[in-house]
């Protein structure tokens, strides 16, 4: 599985960015997507997260009713909609996955993949 990050960027605090995660390979064992970000000296931490097979989106505290987790199917795409960022929103965010790697008849379960990140920056 591939992960690919876009749409980050530099905004003014109150203003609105939507990230984008494009996935490719064996999605099919893909059970749970999520958006991480990780800022400048701290731990990286989650963000929200969706089961592959529906069901209500979770959240972090700090972003509940402002960023909107959401995907497309047709697309195999990801987005995270952050709306009102606040400057404590800098950071670098990533895409995530998590589902079975098989090679063969060898399946390792639960293996996380991870996109490469896109940077958003909020000044105030």
């Known amino acids: 599985v591939q992960l690919v990050e876009s749409g980050g960027g530099s905004v003014q605090a109150g203003e609105s960015l939507k990230l984008s995660c494009a996935a490719s390979?064996?999605?099919?064992?893909?059970?749970?997507m999520a958006w991480y970000r990780q800022a400048p000296g701290k731990q990286r931490e989650l963000v929200a997260t969706?089961?592959?097979?529906?069901?209500?989106?979770s959240y972090a505290e700090s972003v509940k009713g402002r960023f909107t987790i959401s995907r497309d199917n047709v697309e195999n795409t990801m987005y995270l909609e952050m709306k009102d960022l606040k400057p404590e929103g800098t950071a670098m965010y990533y895409c995530?996955?998590?589902?079975?790697?098989?090679?063969?008849?060898?399946?390792?379960?639960?293996?996380?993949?991870w996109g490469q990140g896109t940077q958003v920056t909020v000044s105030s």
């Open positions: 969706m089961l592959s097979g529906g069901g209500r989106p």
């Open positions: 390979g064996s999605l099919n064992k893909i059970y749970t």
């Open positions: 995530n996955a998590v589902g079975d790697r098989c090679s063969g008849y060898e399946c390792i379960r639960g293996y996380e993949y």
